[in-house]
């Protein structure tokens, strides 16, 4: 791990690092700052998504968490300059950016050095079963659901069994799809495969989204962490899956600007 670290020190400014981290900030920015995109979800009103955070993760991942560090910085700061969105300047959120291209990196760099060797499809499904439960727990926290005469209610309306049978099944399918499709590559291929990338997006957003933002914008609004943890939660359901699929096409496609 050492050595890879010094070697990604030696390469950071390296042509091909150089010009293709600069892509990357260039399309995190527009995809953070022109395309972002406002969808209510499980009557989450307001809730910003973007795909932004995929040139960052792709950085880290490709040229490793230095460069994948300074590809977050730099998205950040540069698009706040460009597009500020109404908001003020807050340093959490450019630590948030740095941390999304330091931990695939870090990710990485253990994966092709051998010193991560665990079976990333036990983690994921630990994962996404302990996420179904804290968004279920999100929504009776936001009171989205009630519990009333041994019948769950949603929004006032009794909450059909087949809603109910319905997210199971997405439960599993999410949980079955990274496994399948990491037993159908070939070996040449396992180094990006569908459960690496799923355990690299969920890591990134647990660490980042869920816990870090959460406490940043109880900072910077003045208000109980709490308060801002069971929309993220709920959000994070959404949005891993989506961005896990996004990367992992966008890395196969990126890979010849690997180093």
């Given at each position: 791990?050492?050595e890879?670290?010094?070697t990604h020190?030696?390469?950071?400014?390296?042509t091909?690092v150089?010009?293709?981290?600069?892509l990357?900030?260039?399309?995190?920015?527009?995809?953070t700052r022109?395309?972002?995109i406002?969808?209510?979800?499980?009557?989450?009103?307001?809730?910003?998504?973007?795909?932004?955070s995929i040139?960052?993760?792709?950085?880290?991942?490709?040229?490793?968490?230095?460069?994948g560090?300074?590809?977050?910085v730099?998205?950040?700061l540069?698009?706040?300059m460009?597009?500020?969105?109404?908001?003020?300047?807050?340093p959490?959120?450019?630590?948030?950016?740095?941390?999304?291209?330091v931990?695939?990196?870090?990710?990485?760099?253990?994966?092709?050095?051998?010193?991560?060797?665990?079976?990333?499809?036990?983690?994921?499904?630990?994962?996404?079963?302990?996420?179904?439960?804290?968004?279920?727990?999100?929504?009776?926290?936001?009171?989205?659901?009630v519990?009333?005469?041994?019948?769950?209610?949603?929004?006032?309306?009794k909450?059909?069994?087949i809603f109910?049978?319905?997210?199971i099944?997405?439960?599993?399918?999410?949980?079955?799809?990274p496994?399948?499709?990491?037993?159908?590559?070939?070996?040449?291929?396992?180094?990006?495969?569908?459960?690496?990338?799923?355990?690299?997006?969920t890591?990134?957003?647990?660490?980042?989204?869920?816990?870090?933002?959460?406490?940043?914008?109880?900072?910077l609004?003045?208000?109980?962490?709490?308060?801002f943890l069971?929309?993220?939660?709920?959000?994070?359901?959404?949005?891993?899956?989506?961005?896990?699929?996004?990367?992992?096409?966008?890395?196969?496609f990126?890979?010849?600007?690997?180093?």
């Amino acid at each position: 791990m050492k050595e890879q670290l010094i070697t990604h020190k030696n390469k950071l400014l390296s042509t091909k690092v150089l010009v293709g981290s600069g892509l990357l900030v260039g399309l995190s920015v527009i995809l953070t700052r022109f395309f972002g995109i406002m969808l209510p979800i499980a009557g989450v009103s307001g809730l910003r998504i973007s795909f932004g955070s995929i040139p960052i993760y792709t950085a880290g991942i490709l040229f490793g968490p230095l460069a994948g560090a300074l590809t977050g910085v730099a998205a950040d700061l540069l698009g706040f300059m460009i597009n500020p969105m109404g908001g003020a300047y807050f340093p959490g959120f450019t630590l948030s950016a740095a941390l999304r291209g330091v931990i695939p990196g870090i990710v990485y760099m253990g994966i092709r050095s051998n010193e991560i060797r665990f079976n990333f499809n036990i983690i994921n499904t630990a994962t996404v079963i302990v996420l179904a439960v804290a968004v279920v727990k999100a929504l009776f926290v936001k009171q989205l659901l009630v519990l009333k005469n041994g019948w769950i209610y949603y929004q006032d309306k009794k909450l059909s069994v087949i809603f109910i049978v319905l997210y199971i099944v997405i439960v599993f399918v999410y949980i079955l799809i990274p496994i399948l499709m990491g037993k159908l590559k070939m070996k040449s291929q396992k180094i990006y495969s569908l459960d690496k990338i799923f355990f690299i997006v969920t890591l990134s957003t647990l660490i980042v989204s869920i816990v870090l933002n959460s406490l940043w914008l109880a900072i910077l609004f003045n208000k109980g962490y709490i308060i801002f943890l069971p929309t993220r939660i709920i959000s994070s359901f959404i949005t891993i899956p989506v961005d896990t699929f996004i990367l992992y096409s966008f890395i196969r496609f990126s890979n010849g600007l690997k180093y």
